[in-house]
């Protein structure tokens, strides 16, 4: 067994015991997500009371409002505040959206190479998400802010994994090594992170299931978006996922989606973009 091997067993131990023991550092979402999932589930709840929680984070406030005039849910009239906004998008799509902006704050490490890695990381879970939201509007079974949420999420799982390696050198400072133990072990300790969160099963699943690139299911679903635009997002780089072939993937037919890339409209990519400039903040 290769020196690498040997480490990726150790590591993979390790993770796999602090699981069971229930001792693994995860991530928990931000006040303002926790505040403002926990008043939307109220069926009570006044919007006033939403729109007071958002509003004492500016800068979610304010993407909350681009996203109320985006193309996909603009009305006739711009939206100019919080409580118009949430009273246009809905206060379920509202706290969906919310846990995706506030889930930035978490992307962050006080190890410098770690911080551009998890930095890096959210960038790419903004464009997966992005892509998601606009798919999702073309699926009436599919909700565009859930699918938002499963595609910042689906690499939830580099975070433990990248705060285990901060205080070991021999993978904090070996980068390839410490890709190949991300890409094997982050999809598992992401559905125990979702899971921990109480995120529904059909996001739970996401981080495994949007690598199983020849899984069937009845139709499409948020691990099918996030398959995706996953690849899409990964096309022409250097990242392992940038060399799959489309054919090859159930959940390109099941979305009614190309498999040749390149041949995306205009309004589509248009549609992307704005999602991603508002994500990504």
Sequence with gaps: ????????????????????????????LPEVALEIRAAASDPDVDISVLAAIIENDTSIAARLIRVA???????REPTVDVKSAIGRIGMSYTASLVT?????????????????????????CADVAAIC????????????????????????????????????????????LLDKILICLSPMVGTKVLASWGFPPELVAVPEAHLQ????????????LVTVANLQ?????????GAVDWQTVSAFKRLGMATTPGDDDEAYLQQIEQMQSVLRG
């Design 69 to 75: 005039n985006s193309a996909t849910v603009r009305g």
């Design 233 to 241: 997002a990964y096309h022409g780089t250097e990242h392992p996922l």
């Design 100 to 124: 995706s902006l506030a889930m930035q704050q978490i992307f962050l490490s006080t190890t410098e190479s770690l911080n551009k890695r998890m930095r890096s990381i959210w960038v790419h």
């Design 133 to 176: 939201h606009t798919l999702a509007a073309q699926h009436k079974h599919l909700k565009p802010d859930q699918a938002t949420l499963a595609g910042i999420s689906h690499q939830i799982g580099t975070l433990p994994i990248l705060s285990y390696a901060a205080n070991r050198g021999f993978l904090r400072d070996n980068p390839a």
């Design 213 to 224: 690139f020849g899984r069937e299911v009845a139709e499409a679903d948020y691990a099918d």
């Design 1 to 28: 067994m290769s020196e690498t091997s040997l480490i990726l067993e150790r590591v993979r131990d390790d993770l796999f015991t602090a699981i069971e023991e229930d001792t693994l550092s995860l991530p928990t």
